[in-house]
């Protein structure tokens, strides 16, 4: 991991994040945020991606808030939170991208590829390794939206989030489906039947 020059945060900041204090978890977002973004594009080379990490980085350290133990350095669990989530994510991506291209070498006839598509079962397949490529927090907020049918306030509530943010976070998710759909036009209208327009 590169080294960061960052004074430690404040022991008494980190006390009141671990009680659940949003104010403290934004001074804590704001002193970190372009670190652990620069921290991430070095790595990845891609800044919507490092965009995506960053956040789902700080949404875990909202989640773990009361486990951060406050006599290890904070530096060195944030910091080891985005190292891995990196990791997850490329692994995650070229797991999709193995199993997507395994279904495409089976169905080289394009006829044949359209009518399995438009079956119910293999288009629900097709979808899903879409959502797969979904960066971590984005493809958690979409399927709560989608597969357990929870409204924005729901979700947010649930994440400790913004509504707003969980908006962000489904348009997001809708615009990468539809682009990726995008040379399909039945596949699309589909699409947008089984999806809420952002």
Known sequence: MEKHTL?????VVLKRLKEGDETAFESIYWK???????FINSLLYDRI??????????????????????DKGFDAYLFTIARNM??????????????????????SDE???MEEKLDADSLRLYIDSLIEQLPLSRKKIFELS??????NKEIAARLSISE??????LCRSLRFLKQKLSDDHLLAILLFVLANEC
């Open 7 to 11: 004074k430690s945060i404040d022991a």
């Open 32 to 38: 970190y945020n372009s670190h652990v973004f620069n």
């Open 49 to 70: 991606l490092s965009e995506d990490i960053t956040q789902s980085v700080f949404m875990k350290i909202w989640e773990r808030r009361e486990s951060i133990d406050l």
């Open 86 to 107: 990196v990791y997850k994510e490329t692994e995650n991506r070229l797991l999709s991208e193995s199993a997507f291209h395994a279904l495409s070498q089976q169905q």
């Open 111 to 113: 006829d044949f590829l």
């Open 146 to 151: 989608r597969k357990e049918n929870l409204s």
């Open 164 to 169: 707003k943010t969980v908006e962000t976070q």
